[in-house]
DNA sequence: CACAAAAATACGAACATTTGTTCGTATTTC
DNA sequence: GAAATACGAACAAATGTTCGTATTTTTGTG
């Protein structure tokens, strides 16, 4: 793969880019908006980045990385499903925390891919999907999991958590350990007393 | 309040448009392909609406109103939280099975609202929660519910049944019962075999 | 180190499109 | 005949992007 090294610069178009789509929207977002928030003029943008799309594509896949790497070594770990499980809604929770306006990007504005790269990040997410069921499945079989429809299973559980990275600004940060604790708590036990 | 009658291309372009809104996005869809969509040329849209905005105006407070006073009859209810708690989880499936072009809209395009919309629709948005609140308080009172964080324990069951609306599409119905049952008993007993 | 050549970066002006909306007028409905 | 509805033309504003040209930074070489 072409990963050619990111300037300072671009880093910060990108950065400032992540925050604005995450409020206003990529489509609602200007490129003047976008120039104005990095101190540049419009045209000087593009001495950088190749097109406002190119950004939206950057910060899409580059999340999805995050979770695909984050799930591959899940993988490969030498764990039984439970731990397994444990550690994605760790990888979720702690994306969440750590790139909130990227991930916000990633979860609300890929729709505004261009036709090429919306199929490809389809793919990526349908294989991050089914990978997450297998793992699902694996805590089926073993008696560590009830035996509910993956789809419901794992929709419901990666949902659950998909409230973080709003909630998180700079003015109201997180108390991580708890927040991370007790998720995972209501997910693999439940909300009701016995 | 004023609730004038809405004639019915006014609700078909209504209809239209939270299906347009929820797949293009707000910003991303032009009056253009909304008057294609309803088969009428721009300038006639504007013999029933007022504006653009007033469309996401309408969609939204529509969709807030249908989760308000559905709350509001559970308040009323003669049960106890857990009751109640599981009129909550049905309320949020049933919307989101029957409305669910309205239902992304209101959750993913109210940021668009001009300013005092927005303020107004943030203020039924908290008093919404507070409702929430209330009854898990209640649930936690009487040892129905763990006693974990209100916000965190609202945010997850909330947020976990969000992704219902999305997956809901013609050509994919869904299981309403299934699902709703399903859902349920993960959010209330967790998906952990004891 | 000096210094010119080259590459990267910044900018203003301009562009073709697309945007939401208005207006005057025709047509339909009541 | 009045009110509601539909339409074409036109609008000003905003959009993403390009181009030519300065300015700055980096690089290669004596």
């Known amino acids: 793969m072409p990963k050619t090294k990111?300037?300072?610069?671009?880093?910060?178009?990108?950065?400032?880019a992540a925050v604005l789509f995450r409020y206003k929207g990529y489509a609602a977002t200007s490129m003047r908006d976008l120039a104005e928030k990095v101190g540049l003029e419009v045209s000087s943008l593009y001495s950088h980045i190749k097109s406002k799309e190119e950004i939206l594509t950057t910060l899409c896949f580059h999340c999805g990385d995050l979770y695909s790497?984050?799930?591959?070594?899940?993988?490969?770990?030498?764990?039984?499903?439970l731990q397994k499980i444990d550690a994605i809604m760790d990888l979720h929770i702690n994306i969440a925390i750590d790139h909130p306006s990227s991930i916000t990007v990633f979860n609300d504005e890929w729709k505004h891919l261009s036709e090429n790269e919306l199929q490809q990040f389809l793919q990526v997410r349908r294989n991050y999907e089914k990978g997450i069921k297998q793992i699902l499945q694996e805590g089926i079989d073993c008696n560590l999991l009830k035996d509910y429809p993956l789809d419901i299973l794992m929709n419901t559980m990666l949902s659950s958590m998909r409230w973080i990275h709003y909630i998180k600004t700079d003015n109201n940060p997180i108390d991580t350990k708890?927040?991370?604790?007790?998720?995972?708590?209501?997910?693999?036990?439940?909300?009701?007393?016995?």
């Open 6 to 16: 990111i300037s300072r610069r671009k880093r910060e178009i990108l950065n400032a």
């Open 69 to 81: 790497e984050g799930l591959e070594k899940i993988i490969e770990m030498d764990a039984d499903a």
């Open 178 to 194: 708890i927040t991370r604790d007790i998720v995972k708590k209501m997910l693999l036990n439940g909300v009701a007393r016995k």
